[in-house]
């Protein structure tokens, strides 16, 4: 079955030494296990994706993160890039990338692994956006990190478990 790797928000805001206290990930474990996983695909099967919010004042008081154009927005400087397939969403969900679907449909993806940042934020809402579309995802369990609380841990995995997605 043909597989794509979707290495989701892996970027500066949430990993680098300046993030917010929020962002309490442990980035050493986590970028060595999404480098670990990105070598175990083809480079051409390896697909990034950059959560960016416009660069608004109300964005930047509101959010204060992953603001486009700046540094923080970019991909973290530990994570090994390995193809130029860097697409940017606006949402959760990275399939709301047009440009991304169209690709993966093109190139006759079977399957999505999911892996990067957060497990409860943008990898269930893609998990939940392939499962919606008639994609199939699986969470690579060992690529994935949350912030959230148990019960909303808890909560994501029985939405993802009624959807079809498996973490593996």
């Not at 290495?7 to 206290?21: A, E, F, G, P, T």
């Not at 994609?135 to 808890?154: D, N, Q, Y």
Request: with cysteine; glycine share 8%.
């Amino acid at each position: 079955m043909k597989t794509a790797l979707i290495v989701i928000d892996m970027q500066n805001d949430y990993l680098y030494d300046k993030r917010k206290k929020r962002f309490a990930y442990d980035t050493p474990r986590l970028t060595a296990s999404v480098n670990e996983l990105i070598h175990s695909y083809p480079e051409e099967d390896v697909f990034y994706i950059r959560h960016i919010i416009q660069n608004l004042p109300t964005n930047r008081l509101l959010f204060g993160y992953s603001i486009a154009g700046t540094e923080g927005a970019e991909l973290f400087g530990g994570l090994d890039i390995v193809s130029d397939q860097i697409f940017d969403k606006l949402v959760g969900d990275a399939l709301s990338n047009r440009k991304l679907r169209e690709l993966l449909t093109s190139r006759g993806y079977e399957m999505l692994h999911l892996c990067g940042l957060d497990e409860c934020g943008c990898v269930t809402s893609t998990a939940l956006g392939a499962a919606r579309r008639g994609i199939k995802a699986e969470i690579l369990r060992s690529g994935t990190a949350t912030v959230f609380p148990e019960k909303k841990v808890t909560k994501a995995h029985a939405r993802l478990r009624d959807a079809g997605v498996r973490f593996i």
